[in-house]
């Protein structure tokens, strides 16, 4: 079993390291014709709805982000939740359906009932020829390559990679210059190598520090809201602390009652445009005695701000949350592993979740 954890002690962190190969294929494997096609579909379509589970739908989350800029409005769909939305869907709807497997058994219900309803399919996956890829009205594949550990990680980075790319491509066709977007992208596997250097010894000690906290808050305003999000699953699913992902601003009318002194509250700067009022966030939970933590832009002012900064080699806002998230990942697997735990079986779950 060593041998196929290519000398890593788990599959988890193996898949971590893998990232930098792993966007490198993504993005070459990258069709821009393809996406150009996709991307003027999402433009031109009555509702857009992004459909997907766990870090798939932050994945997702991550794209809305993105497309709120240039006004298409998609409505988010938790893949369990589609019967609620149910009566929306009509012909001349787009929905973009992302499952790393291709089989989650909710989304494929949802990608079901759209099609049947006259809405046109775009799936993101990472498996040719799973249902979904086969069921839907075009695909686009993510080239992750194999993932076996239970938390997604060199999955949803390149899930958001894709998604980024498709969102240049509708930049392009609305006759954007998006040649330093796409420097920018292909520059990821370099950036997320240079961030796993820069990082892993940061979130190794901070592990040491959450072990024996019981939870966290995990906050973040606009774009670095998905990334909080995503950070904070894989914190329960491995290192089974209960980790809370909210947007910063919330966090004042209920979570921060939790707050007290030595409650670990994690920011995401990753995004440029939320910054100062993030940092508001940190003052008000500091005052209440939380430790506060971050991962923030490299040689900028914000780690001075927090009680223990995680500093990430940003290139622009548009690859940030990819970058972000790799420390997360980290610090997931670490406070596992200082707890005891076999972060490659998480208890309760299954890689692919096939019941509803
Ligand atoms: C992520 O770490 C989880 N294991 C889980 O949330 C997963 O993302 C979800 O079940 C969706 O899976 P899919 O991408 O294969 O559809």
Known sequence: EMATKGGYPHFMLKEIYEQPESL????????????????????????????????????????????????????????????????????????????????????IKAVRTMREKGVRVLAVTNVVGSTISRESDAVIYTRAGPEIGVAATKTFTTQVATLSALYVAALKTLGYDTAPMEREIKALPDLVRKTLENTAGAAKDLAKRLKNKPSAYYLGRGAALPVAMEGALKLKEVAYIHAEAYPAGESKHGPIALVEEGFPVLFVFSDPNTREKTLSNVAEMKARGAYTIGTVPMKSDIAKRLDYAIEVPELGELTAPILHIVPLQLLAYFTAVEKGYDPDKPRNLAKTVTVE
């Open 24 to 107: 490198a294929t993504t993005v070459a494997g990258l069709e821009w014709p393809l996406l150009e096609t996709a991307a003027n579909t999402l433009l031109s379509a009555r509702n857009v709805y992004i459909v997907g589970a766990g870090s798939s739908l932050h994945a997702g989350l991550a794209f809305l982000q993105l497309l709120l800029r240039i006004k298409v409005t998609p409505v988010p769909i938790v893949a369990s939740e589609y019967a609620t939305y149910e009566q929306l869907f009509d012909k001349g709807d787009v929905a973009v359906a992302i499952s790393q497997s291709g089989e989650t058994i909710d989304t």
